[in-house]
C-alpha cells in the first residue's frame, strides 16, 4: 500500500515472462531442449550359469539374475519396447571362479554362451554389448589379475583383457566394453579384435569410472566376493580434469564410444566429456542410482516414474546421448505412453 493508503501497491510489470512458454503441456512439449527416446537407452542384464529360475536380487527390486531361457524372454521384451541395446553381464558358478578369472574366456562360460544365444535368437535387431571385465569371474572379485602383493596387476590384466574381447566377439556382441580401467585397455582390446578379424566390432570405453559407494548392489547381482576397493584402478570421486585425460587417451586408443559412470552424481564430468567427445558419449545409471530411486518409492516418498524421466532426462541433458538403465524398459513404455 501507498503512503495515502488511496492506491494500489506498487508493483513492477516483468519485462519478461518465461512463463508464457510454460502455459500449455503443448508448448512446453514444442520447446523442450532435451528428448528422452527408447532408442538412446540400453538395458543392462545379468545371466547366472547353474540356475533353473531367474533369481531375485534384494538389493535391487525388480531386477533378476537370468538363466538363458529367461535372458532371451527378456531381450525380446527389451527389443519390442524399442530399447536401443543391451549389455550383459555374466554370473558364473562359483566354483568356476579363479585367480585368473579363466571363465571369462572361456567359450562355455556363461557371459560367452550367452551373446552367442542372444546373437543366434535376435541376430543385428539389437545392439549386444558385452562387460568386458574380470571381477565378476575371479575368486578374489577385482577386475584382474593380482601381482605377488595383492594389486591389480595393470599389463597382465591386459593379456587377459585381449583375449576376452575376441571371445566375446566370437561369441556374437557387437560392442565390447572394457570397464576395468586398466591403462592402455582399449588399445589392447582395439589391437586384439583386429587381429582376429573383429574389425567391425565396436568398443564402448569406460572412459570416466569413478571408485564409487553407488556400485554395491551390483556386488550382489554379480555374486561378487571383493575383499578391499578398487581405488588403485577406479578415479577418485574428488577429480574432474582426469576425467578428460582419460577421454583423450581413450579417443587415442580407438574408442568408439566412451562412458562416464555412475551418472547423476556425476554430471559435471559428463558434461566436461560431452563438450569435447567427438563419439557418442554414454552415461551408466549405476546398480545404487536404481536401488536408492526404488528404496524411496517403496516408502511412498518418491514418484518412480517421474523419478525416472526426471533423473534419465537430467544425463541426456548433462550430454549423454546413450544411457544404461536399468529402467530402460520401463521408461521406454511410458514413452510409448507418450509421456
Ligand atoms: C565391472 C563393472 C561394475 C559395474 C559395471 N561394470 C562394478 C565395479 O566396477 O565395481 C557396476 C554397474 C552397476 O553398479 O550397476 N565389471
Known amino acids: 500500500m501507498s503512503a495515502d493508503g488511496a492506491r494500489g501497491p506498487v508493483v513492477a510489470v516483468p519485462h519478461e515472462r518465461p512463463r508464457r512458454l510454460r502455459t500449455t503441456p503443448a508448448v512446453r512439449r514444442l520447446v523442450a531442449q532435451t528428448r528422452l527416446h527408447p532408442a538412446d537407452l540400453v538395458l543392462p542384464v545379468f545371466v547366472r550359469d547353474g540356475i533353473d529360475e531367474p533369481q531375485p536380487i534384494g538389493s535391487m527390486p525388480g531386477v533378476v539374475q537370468h538363466t538363458l531361457d529367461s535372458l532371451v524372454v527378456a531381450a525380446r521384451e ?13 554370473v558364473p558358478r562359483d566354483e568356476d571362479k579363479d585367480a585368473d578369472g579363466s571363465a571369462g574366456t572361456d567359450p562355455d562360460g556363461i557371459l560367452n554362451r550367452a551373446l552367442a544365444r542372444l546373437r543366434e535368437e535376435l541376430g543385428s535387431t539389437t545392439v549386444l554389448m558385452s562387460d568386458l571385465c574380470l571381477d565378476e569371474f575371479t575368486d578374489h572379485g577385482h577386475c584382474g589379475a593380482l601381482d605377488a602383493a595383492g594389486t591389480v596387476d595393470n599389463d597382465a590384466t591386459l593379456a587377459r583383457y585381449a583375449e576376452m574381447a575376441v571371445a566375446q566377439a566370437r561369441a556374437g556382441a557387437h560392442v565390447v566394453g572394457p570397464s576395468g580401467m586398466m591403462d592402455g585397455q582399449v588399445r589392447v582390446v582395439r589391437e586384439a579384435l583386429d587381429g582376429a578379424g573383429h574389425e567391425d566390432v565396436a568398443v564402448l570405453a569406460y572412459t570416466a569410472k569413478y571408485a564409487s559407494a553407488f556400485y554395491g548392489p551390483f556386488r550382489e547381482a554379480v555374486a561378487s566376493t571383493l575383499q578391499g576397493d578398487r581405488a588403485t584402478y577406479q578415479q577418485d570421486p574428488a577429480n574432474r580434469t582426469e576425467s578428460l585425460r582419460e577421454l583423450r587417451l581413450d579417443l587415442a586408443e580407438g574408442a568408439d564410444m566412451v562412458m562416464v559412470k555412475p551418472a547423476l552424481p556425476y554430471l ?22 536404481y536401488s536408492m530411486i526404488e528404496a524411496a518409492v517403496e516408502r511412498g516418498w518418491l514418484d518412480r516414474d517421474r523419478t525416472v524421466l526426471e ?3 537430467s544425463i541426456r541433458r548433462a550430454g549423454a546421448q546413450v544411457v544404461l538403465t536399468y529402467y530402460a524398459v520401463h521408461a521406454a513404455r511410458l514413452l510409448g505412453e507418450g509421456r
Not at 559435471?268 to 554414454?282: C, G, I, Q, R, T
Open 78 to 90: 527389451a527389443v519390442a519396447a524399442g530399447v536401443g541395446g543391451i549389455m550383459v553381464f555374466g
Open 268 to 289: 559435471d564430468v559428463l558434461s566436461d566429456v560431452a563438450e569435447v567427445a567427438d563419439v557418442p558419449v554414454a552415461a551408466y545409471q549405476v546398480s545404487g542410482e
Open 311 to 313: 533423473t534419465l532426462t
